[in-house]
């Protein structure tokens, strides 16, 4: 085996850059028809992945690890419906997962965690010689980040980010215009994460969305531990969602790379005036100073000149946004008022157009085939082809469509809006992950319609 | 008369600390009844002032100057068209204005000429007694602007920056719902320009939209001087229209101020496309290098801890939007989508209401009482109101309601973006023109029904 430089080096070469991994190296040949998966995490996430992998014949449930006997009951729940052969379960507290990975029968495993366990997992199963997928969020510092992408390079263990958005209907539909030019040359492009998420941030601790105003360890679900990172961060503490599929409209880490960002944060006020407002100001959590600013604004610079903007914005009460916008040259996308003008193409000069029309026509050829398989899954289908792209991947023994340096890339916004916002709107410099090789790696993303 | 120190001081301890000036000082008492208005620059947008100015009563057009015959001609026939009496015409190159400002008949004079004569001229009218309204941008470098206050402040006279969006029925309906608490404490807002200008920036020479790709010398209207700017700039160089809504619903200079600034630009292609396109590639155009990235995007930080997002984009083909968002604790509108939501009182939850039943309900009082007076004006009646609080300030002989401070404090956002881009991405500090003063001032804009 050629050293993964050398590799690198001689695919680039071939035109097929993304594959970080000889193909065959990593499974047995006659194990290769069936991915034998384990979960470590099957709180409500990790049930979303679990549901639709025992949908899958090609897919053998091998082993399930949590801390929490309520979690793996519905887990279980989940299985037995499905009438598949019943997993081995460890429930051994926050390390029980490291016994998971001991199982020497499992190939590839499925992190659906707390953000501030991510990191730790990804690199035992790698080390484990486990194929990674993993819920967003990988890497909650730079240092964090440059540690799995070492340890991907020095395992040979592929680590995809299970980001879901790139695989939105109409997202990836905007993806097909913008490979076909149709807005010409990028220019410019928003997204963000723009939810109102108080009723996941706080609930009564028995159900997972509001309620009642507890989280941490009076909480449930996401509230036992994502409301903690706005006690301590002022960030944009969830990037991945809106940057995932601009990244991969501008080729980042394939041709193009972030180089620099800059953040701005607001006042916070949202969460406490939730906590006052239903549970009254002499709540316990009314004293609770919260460090994340209630909006969280960043501009991204690229190595190509386009400028990137987000926007993080969960604590006061909005409809959702993801709030993408995709300019080029010949015309833009904008999410929010669903329309896109394309000049010299849209019926009338300067004027919207509904985008639907624009997204039956260049509808990717995944959702062409799979449209039918995905309906049903959540969020909108979108969770059917990011879990689809990371078993197919596994059972092809490839580098998975979105990789180590994507999952790090996306989720080192996080770190570095904390560094510029800590000095006051710094622009502070984006880490090159691939060390030089985003100039030769090739665009691979969804481009057939394999998955 | 009071020193102005002293002045603003006892104004604002009685609460009325927008006032510049002791009232009547300017004009003689005799006079105050009708104002007799010069025009320095009768081009397109001098003469939509002009048409206005004619239909009032208490407006007496007393003099007009202009460098070009054919401006002079069309502005003419609009005094003609009004039978009013005509006025002293001054065609005496670049310069003349200095005649037209010697003319002792003259209490105020509305400026309307390229932005790089803005500050000569505003300072000339100023030291000659006048009272000043002057086209947007005024002040192109910071010492411009530090020059226009201290010379309003030594000389006593008021400049008014003609910021006409200030007036957007929908956005004074806003402004109301903000005085009225309905978004809460405010968060977050954006606004910009976002309007394609190719057919502004060049033209044929003879018609001022379109129809050829010429700039300076060999174009006519604004491509004579506005396309120059592209060469020579990078930064966002129209802030106003977004920007002076925003100041006014977020009590800049007045409780509140801009604190620093961070601007980012994309690359340049659309002014240099379009050449190409409509002009050929050898044209001589084609070989200009426009400095102007296509789409500037600014975030400024306040005293009060709001960030708000500006927008620069005019070299692409798009439709028209100032793109405004007002978020607060309560709600949001934005302004592409035509929507609003406010918590607890929007018909479904976290679902996006059609804006204009609010903007109904909220009308503000200068729109139900002058509706019908601006209808048929300029940008959907907005001019109408922008030149009436012009008028009625200078009839009243008291500072209008935008004043020189929020002039400077607008227009500055230019070069600061500039400089911020200049310097890779650095936040640049923001200038306090009031020197502290912001902290006593009152919000007086557009508080009644009178102007």
């Not at 199963?125 to 730079?142: D, H």
């Not at 409301?227 to 501008?250: C, E, F, K, W």
């Not at 604590?315 to 904008?334: A, K």
């Amino acid at each position: 085996m050629k050293s993964r430089r050398d590799f690198i080096k001689t695919t680039a070469a071939a035109g097929a850059g993304f594959t970080l991994l000889p193909s065959g190296t990593l499974f047995d040949k006659d194990k290769e028809s069936k991915l034998r998966l384990g979960f470590i995490g099957v709180g409500l996430r990790g049930q979303n992945h679990l549901e639709l992998a025992l949908r899958r014949n090609d897919v053998e449930v091998v082993a399930m690890c949590d801390i929490q006997q309520v979690m793996m009951d519905s887990a279980m729940e989940l299985v037995n419906k499905s009438g598949k052969t019943k997993p081995q379960l460890i429930m051994d507290g926050p390390l029980g997962y490291k016994r998971l990975l001991e199982n020497k029968d499992i190939d590839a495993v499925i992190i659906a965690t707390p953000w501030e366990w991510h990191t730790a997992m990804c690199l035992d199963a790698m080390n484990a010689k486990k194929y990674v997928g993993c819920e967003v969020i990988t890497g909650m510092t730079i240092e964090e980040c440059w540690e799995l992408v070492h340890t991907s390079e020095r395992t040979g263990m592929p680590l995809m980010m299970l980001e879901n958005v790139c695989y939105r209907r109409d997202v990836m539909a905007v993806l097909s215009m913008v490979r076909q030019n149709i807005f010409g040359e990028l220019i410019h492009l928003q997204g963000g994460y723009q939810h109102d998420l108080l009723e996941v941030k706080f609930n009564n601790g028995t159900q997972p969305y509001g309620g009642g105003v507890e989280f941490g360890e009076k909480g449930f679900s996401e509230a036992r531990w994502r409301t903690q990172h706005s006690v301590n961060r002022n960030g944009d503490l969830y990037p991945t969602h809106g940057i995932g599929p601009l990244a991969m409209m501008t080729n980042i880490n394939r041709g193009n790379r972030f180089t620099q960002l800059v953040s701005y944060a607001t006042k916070s006020r949202g969460l406490h005036n939730y906590i006052v407002k239903k549970g009254g100001e002499n709540h316990p959590n009314a004293k609770v100073n919260f460090k994340l600013g209630d909006i969280v604004t960043t501009m991204i610079h690229t190595a190509s000149e386009e400028t990137i903007l987000l926007q993080h914005d969960t604590n006061l009460p909005r409809p959702y946004s993801i709030g993408f916008r995709v300019q080029g040259t010949n015309g833009i996308w904008m999410d929010v008022n669903k329309s896109i003008y394309i000049d010299g193409q849209s019926k009338e000069a300067h004027r919207w157009e509904e985008a639907q029309a624009w997204f039956d026509r260049y509808d990717h050829p995944l959702w062409k085939k799979y449209g039918s398989d995905a309906a049903g899954a959540g969020h909108g289908g979108m969770d059917w082809f990011v879990l689809n792209a990371f078993i197919e991947s596994a059972k092809r023994k490839i580098a998975p469509p979105q990789d180590v340096y994507d999952a790090v890339t996306w989720s080192a916004i996080t770190p570095l809006s904390e560094s510029s916002i800590q000095m006051g709107g710094a622009s502070v410099e984006f880490p090159d992950f691939t060390k030089g090789q985003w100039m030769y790696r090739k665009n691979n993303f969804a481009i057939g319609d394999d998955y």
